[in-house]
C-alpha cells in the first residue's frame, strides 16, 4: 500500500482546516468527560456506547485527515497518453501540460486536476478524481458523529439519571451547561452544513455531473445517469464491496478504463 501526501500552502485553508479539526477536538475531548465516562462508571450506560462513539470519532478524523493530504488527481509532467485516447486529451492553457477531458485547473493549488469536484477550504484541498472517495466519507461520518453527540447532549440534560459523584469542583462539573450548549450548537451547525453538502454531493455523482461543470453549464436539475447507481459508486470508491464504501483505512484503486498514471490513494 503506497500513500502519497499532498499539501496545499495557502494558509486561509490551514485556518479552515484547523477550524474543523477544533470542532472534532472540542466533541471528543469534552462529551466522553461530561457525559460518556461519568455515566458509564455508574452503570447507566454500557461500554459498547462509549466504543461506538470512539469509533465513530476515530473514523470521522481519519476521513478528514487523508481527504486533505491525499494527491486529489494531478497529472504527471509528462503523461504517457495511448494512442487510442489521444482524442480524449487537451491542453490546459493555464500549466501547459496535457490532460484528461473533464479535467480542471484549479488557481489555489497551481496545478490541474482530473474530474475535479471543486476546490474545498474546509479540507484545504481540491476534491477530485482520487480523493473524492474521501470526501464522501467525511461528509457521511461527520453527519454521524454530529448527531451521536446531539444525542448524548440532548440525554445528558433531559434523560440520563443525575450522577451520584458530580465533581462540580472540576472544570467540567463547573461549566457542564455551558459546554454542553457550544456541543449543542457545532453539532447543529455540522450536521446542517454536511448534510446538504452530502445530498449535493450524491446527486452530482449519481447524475455524473462535477459542482464546477454544474455551476459551468446550471445544470441544476439532476439528470439520472443511465448506468446503475451501484457502478457508479463503485467507480468512486475503487471497490464493488460495498461494505469497503465505508472504510478510510485504505488505499483506492480505480475500477479500470480511464487513463490512471498513479498508484492511487
Ligand atoms: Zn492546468
Ligand atoms: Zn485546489
Redesign the pocket.
Known sequence: MKFRLHFVVDPMGWFCVSAVFSVWLYNTVFIPMLVLFPHYREGHIPWALVVCYFLASLFCVTALLRSSTADPGR?PQDPHIPHSEREHWEL?N????M?PKR?H?CSRCG??VRRMDHHCPWINNCVGEDNHWLFLQLCFYTQVLSLFTLALDFCQYYYFQPLANLRQEEFTGHHELALLRVSSFMGLVMFGGMGSLFYTQLTGILSDTTTIEKMAYFKNEVVPSRRPWQQTLAEVFGTRWKLLWFLPFRSRRPLGGAFHPHVHV
Do not use: P, T
Open positions: 497529472l490546459c493555464k500549466c501547459n501540460l490532460r479535467s485547473h496545478h490541474c
